[in-house]
Nanobody
Framework: QVQLVESGGGLVQPGGSLRLSCVAS????????MYWVRQAPGKGLEWVSF????????VYGDSVQGRFTISRDNADNTLYLQMSSLKSEDTAVYYC???????????WGQGTQVTVSS
C-alpha cells in the first residue's frame, strides 16, 4: 500500500522548534521529489519546501526561508522538516506530498497539526 504518514506536530511557543517526520511505504521513496505543504485555518494550501531525490537540492517558500530545513533519509524512507523560530503564522496542518512524473502531487499524507501559541 502506497502511503505517507506524518508525525511530530504539536503545540509550541513562539520562537520554539519542532521536527516533523514523514515515513513513506509502498513505493521507491528515493526515486521521488518530495514536498512539504501546509494549510492554515481558513486558508488554502501553501507550498513550504521541496527536496530532490538525493537531497542535494532544496527550495523553500519565502515565508519559511532561513527558519525551516527539509531533509530526507532514503535508507529509512523518511522525509523531515526541521522548523525553528516558529511564529504564530506557522500554525497549520502540515502535509508531506509526493511529486509524480506527471507533474502533480499524487500521494498525500494525512497531515499533522502544528500550533504556535503562547
Amino acid at each position: 500500500q502506497v502511503q505517507l504518514v506524518e508525525s511530530g506536530g504539536g503545540l509550541v511557543q513562539p520562537g520554539g522548534s519542532l521536527r516533523l517526520s514523514c515515513v513513506a511505504s509502498g513505493f521507491t521513496f528515493s526515486s521521488y521529489w518530495m514536498y512539504w505543504v501546509r494549510q492554515a485555518p481558513g486558508k488554502g494550501l501553501e507550498w513550504v519546501s521541496f527536496i530532490n531525490t538525493d537531497g542535494g537540492r532544496t527550495v523553500y517558500g519565502d515565508s519559511v526561508q532561513g527558519r525551516f530545513t527539509i531533509s530526507r533519509d532514503n535508507a529509512d524512507n523518511t522525509l523531515y522538516l526541521q522548523m525553528s523560530s516558529l511564529k504564530s503564522e506557522d500554525t497549520a496542518v502540515y502535509y508531506c506530498a509526493r511529486w509524480s512524473s506527471s507533474g502533480n502531487y499524487d500521494i498525500w499524507g494525512q497531515g499533522t497539526q502544528v500550533t504556535v501559541s503562547s
